[in-house]
């Protein structure tokens, strides 16, 4: 499929919020996603299991680094607001980082008349290899402009079967407030 960088009439973008619900069961580990476009010119760290944001056209790739493993002058980088770009590449390929091989897009376009406010998918970490981060996307949760919210399990979708989704889900709200 092919994207371009020009607002479509009648379409808005929605940012995706991503929520890694078990992240506590991994205390000895830091979680990190690069960027598909910038790779690790802009990592971010994963704070209290969540992530989103960014060039709507991007994606993200989750990663994992043991705490002993990561250098403590790269945690302050990370951690350092006013380092707006922390061009870490040459530390990270290096690094003994594990990496999931899921797609996790930036954003999605849906049509504008469909109320939603927001869009958040549901992480679970299955596993840490030597080099893999195995995850599940659980599910995703729809928030409306009335206040409601509704989720479903997460299947890989097109652009259109999520806005056929995201359409169900909002006329059932609506019907319902």
Same mark, same amino acid.
């Given at each position: 499929?092919?994207?371009?960088?020009?607002?479509?009439?009648? &379409?808005?973008?929605?940012?995706?919020?991503?929520?890694?619900?078990?992240?506590?069961?991994?205390?000895?580990?830091?979680?990190?996603?690069?960027?598909?476009?910038?790779?690790?010119? &802009?990592?971010?760290?994963?704070?209290?299991?969540?992530?989103?944001?960014?060039?709507?056209?991007?994606?993200?790739?989750?990663?994992?680094?043991?705490?002993?493993?990561?250098?403590?002058?790269?945690?302050?980088?990370?951690?350092?607001?006013?380092?707006?770009?922390?061009?870490?590449?040459?530390? #990270?390929?290096?690094?003994?980082?594990?990496?999931?091989?899921?797609?996790?897009?930036?954003?999605?376009?849906?049509?504008?008349?469909?109320?939603?406010?927001?869009?958040?998918?549901?992480?679970?970490?299955?596993?840490?290899?030597?080099?893999?981060?195995?995850?599940?996307?659980?599910?995703?949760? #729809?928030?409306?402009?009335?206040?409601?919210?509704?989720?479903?399990?997460?299947?890989?979708?097109?652009?259109?079967?999520?806005?056929?989704?995201?359409?169900?889900?909002?006329?059932?709200?609506?019907?319902?407030?």
């Amino acid at each position: 499929m092919a994207s371009a960088d020009i607002p479509i009439e009648g &379409m808005k973008q929605y940012s995706y919020q991503y929520i890694i619900n078990n992240t506590a069961d991994y205390p000895d580990y830091v979680f990190l996603t690069s960027s598909e476009i910038w790779q690790f010119t &802009m990592p971010t760290l994963v704070v209290n299991g969540t992530f989103g944001g960014g060039y709507k056209l991007d994606g993200f790739i989750l990663h994992a680094i043991a705490r002993e493993d990561l250098d403590q002058a790269v945690m302050d980088q990370l951690h350092d607001a006013k380092n707006e770009n922390p061009d870490l590449t040459d530390y #990270f390929e290096k690094a003994p980082i594990k990496t999931s091989e899921a797609l996790l897009p930036v954003a999605v376009t849906i049509d504008d008349q469909i109320p939603v406010s927001n869009i958040s998918v549901i992480l679970s970490i299955n596993d840490i290899g030597e080099t893999d981060l195995n995850i599940t996307k659980e599910k995703t949760i #729809f928030g409306f402009e009335n206040g409601t919210s509704d989720e479903a399990p997460y299947i890989e979708e097109t652009e259109s079967e999520l806005v056929d989704q995201v359409g169900n889900f909002q006329m059932e709200a609506f019907q319902l407030s």
